[in-house]
């Protein structure tokens, strides 16, 4: 090998070995990785790194005159290193098409492919037939070359047409990776079946496993976020079925009561009470953001319910010009619905609640305050966690966010952030 050639291959091996050096940091640190996905690529790069390897001493054997058996061994596992990929690739689509090894056809075609090609390259350390290393150390290709190269290609065309297969059982992320992880490498070994092109191999392995690492990734990330999205949607409808139970006798109480006293009223708070039912049931088979204006109706039907019972001791103010924007269902009526509970003192005058909105350079507001008891951040009472599990939905749903000040003069003040990116 010339000078020149030594530095190309020395430097597209060591390009192969930085990205597959890359590849096994990523599956290490990345969270969102379920644990057999972190081994497949765990081992998955750590055999890139060691055909890299093998490779530079492949070609530093053939550059230090050494062309004899130990040279036909490192290439030999040169060989090795770089197939047992393409075998692994086939594991994993069966494992994400939701398959069993052991029992899948495609797996034991391409296993037997494997184990033929390993045993015509122990064939080559004893012969001549398939290549030989020319005077000038060159390496020189004999007509059976090709038959070595040839199980690979088509286990790789086999992984391809397993792959649109079961594309119907993928993800089309992880369907999309699998194509980008296959056609290159398909592509490099046809081509090496006529021209050597071995680092350009390794460089196609490297790139495709990254590329492939990442669509998968970002596939489970995403997988991830549903589930976790369906777990805020859960919580609400669990704060939907655990409606106080006291509030509920209190309303029908005072239904009770005013239906002699004033019917008229009593007709109303029905009303009011039957639209604030309906959209707490509502709430729950919604597992999107919805219009502000309606959790605005369901926070004026809670609170004309509760204000039927504390007519002179609870007031509510809106200040709402903004509406134009989207929240998580049961979002501001819980709020409310936690100030009126744990912010009202009977004893100590009047019950102020203030609902505002307001549009800002980026998002859009809700501020919800109030005069009563305050709000104590170190304490850890069922209103609080309320309060937290409504700060997880935004943070899940559209990226908003929830803080929670004292009032000036006392009481406390919610206020309630929705990213423009969310808000429409």
Same mark, same amino acid.
């Given at each position: 090998?010339?000078?020149?050639?030594?530095?190309?291959?020395?430097?597209?091996?060591?390009? =192969?070995?930085?990205?597959?050096?890359?590849?096994?940091?990523?599956?290490?640190?990345?969270?969102?990785?379920?644990?057999?996905?972190?081994?497949?690529?765990?081992?998955?790069?750590?055999?890139?790194?060691?055909?890299?390897?093998?490779?530079?001493?492949?070609?530093?054997?053939?550059?230090?005159?050494?062309?004899?058996?130990?040279?036909?061994?490192?290439?030999?596992?040169?060989?090795?290193?770089?197939?047992?990929?393409?075998?692994?690739?086939?594991?994993?689509?069966?494992?994400?098409?939701?398959?069993?090894?052991?029992?899948?056809?495609?797996?034991?075609?391409?296993?037997?492919?494997?184990?033929?090609?390993?045993?015509?390259?122990?064939?080559?350390?004893?012969?001549?037939?398939?290549?030989?290393?020319?005077?000038?150390?060159?390496?020189?290709?004999?007509?059976?070359?090709?038959?070595?190269?040839?199980?690979?290609?088509?286990?790789?065309?086999?992984?391809?047409?397993?792959?649109?297969?079961?594309?119907?059982?993928?993800?089309?992320?992880?369907?999309?990776?699998?194509?980008?992880?296959?056609?290159?490498?398909?592509? =490099?070994?046809?081509?090496?079946?006529?021209?050597?092109?071995?680092?350009?191999?390794?460089?196609?392995?490297?790139?495709?496993?990254?590329?492939?690492?990442?669509?998968?990734?970002?596939?489970?990330?995403?997988?991830?976020?549903?589930?976790?999205?369906?777990?805020?949607?859960?919580?609400?409808?669990?704060?939907?079925?655990?409606?106080?139970?006291?509030?509920?006798?209190?309303?029908?109480?005072?239904?009770?009561?005013?239906?002699?006293?004033?019917?008229?009223? =009593?007709?109303?708070?029905?009303?009011?009470?039957?639209?604030?039912?309906?959209?707490?049931?509502?709430?729950?088979?919604?597992?999107?953001?919805?219009?502000?204006?309606?959790?605005?109706?369901?926070?004026?039907?809670?609170?004309?319910?509760?204000? =039927?019972?504390?007519?002179?001791?609870?007031?509510?103010?809106?200040?709402?010009?903004?509406?134009?924007?989207?929240?998580?269902?049961?979002?501001?009526?819980?709020?409310?619905?936690?100030?009126?509970?744990?912010?009202?003192?009977?004893?100590?005058?009047?019950?102020?609640?203030?609902?505002?909105?307001?549009?800002?350079?980026?998002?859009?507001?809700?501020?919800?305050?109030?005069?009563?008891?305050?709000?104590?951040?170190?304490?850890?009472?069922?209103?609080?966690?309320?309060?937290?599990?409504?700060?997880?939905?935004?943070?899940?749903?559209?990226?908003?966010?929830?803080?929670?000040?004292?009032?000036?003069?006392?009481?406390?003040?919610?206020?309630?952030?929705?990213?423009?990116?969310?808000?429409?």
């Amino acid at each position: 090998m010339n000078d020149w050639s030594s530095v190309f291959y020395y430097t597209l091996q060591g390009a =192969a070995m930085l990205l597959s050096a890359l590849g096994l940091w990523f599956s290490l640190i990345m969270p969102g990785v379920n644990p057999w996905s972190k081994r497949f690529f765990l081992s998955f790069f750590g055999v890139l790194m060691l055909c890299c390897y093998a490779a530079i001493v492949e070609i530093a054997l053939l550059n230090n005159g050494i062309s004899g058996l130990i040279y036909r061994f490192s290439l030999f596992m040169t060989s090795l290193l770089m197939s047992l990929p393409l075998v692994m690739l086939t594991a994993y689509l069966l494992h994400a098409s939701g398959e069993h090894i052991n029992s899948s056809p495609l797996f034991t075609v391409v296993l037997s492919l494997w184990v033929f090609m390993i045993i015509l390259m122990a064939g080559t350390l004893f012969n001549d037939r398939f290549y030989m290393i020319g005077p000038d150390m060159e390496f020189l290709r004999k007509p059976l070359y090709p038959l070595l190269i040839l199980p690979l290609c088509v286990i790789m065309v086999l992984n391809l047409a397993g792959t649109i297969k079961r594309r119907a059982r993928l993800s089309r992320k992880v369907y999309l990776s699998f194509l980008v992880a296959i056609v290159p490498m398909t592509a =490099a070994l046809f081509i090496h079946i006529l021209i050597d092109v071995f680092a350009f191999i390794d460089i196609s392995l490297a790139l495709s496993a990254l590329s492939m690492y990442g669509l998968i990734l970002s596939d489970q990330i995403e997988r991830n976020q549903r589930y976790q999205q369906e777990i805020a949607h859960q919580r609400a409808s669990i704060m939907v079925l655990q409606m106080r139970p006291h509030f509920i006798y209190n309303t029908m109480t005072s239904i009770y009561c005013l239906c002699n006293q004033d019917p008229q009223k =009593a007709r109303q708070v029905v009303l009011d009470f039957t639209t604030y039912l309906r959209k707490n049931f509502t709430a729950i088979a919604s597992a999107e953001p919805i219009p502000f204006s309606a959790e605005l109706e369901h926070v004026r039907a809670y609170l004309a319910v509760e204000k =039927a019972q504390y007519e002179d001791s609870l007031f509510v103010e809106y200040d709402t010009p903004h509406t134009m924007f989207r929240v998580p269902p049961l979002t501001l009526q819980p709020i409310v619905e936690n100030a009126v509970k744990h912010g009202r003192d009977p004893y100590a005058g009047p019950f102020h609640i203030f609902i505002r909105t307001r549009k800002t350079d980026s998002a859009s507001e809700i501020t919800v305050s109030d005069n009563g008891s305050g709000y104590d951040p170190a304490d850890d009472s069922v209103p609080h966690i309320a309060l937290n599990n409504i700060r997880q939905r935004l943070e899940m749903m559209c990226g908003g966010k929830l803080t929670i000040t004292p009032n000036d003069g006392g009481g406390t003040v919610v206020t309630v952030t929705i990213p423009d990116s969310a808000a429409v």
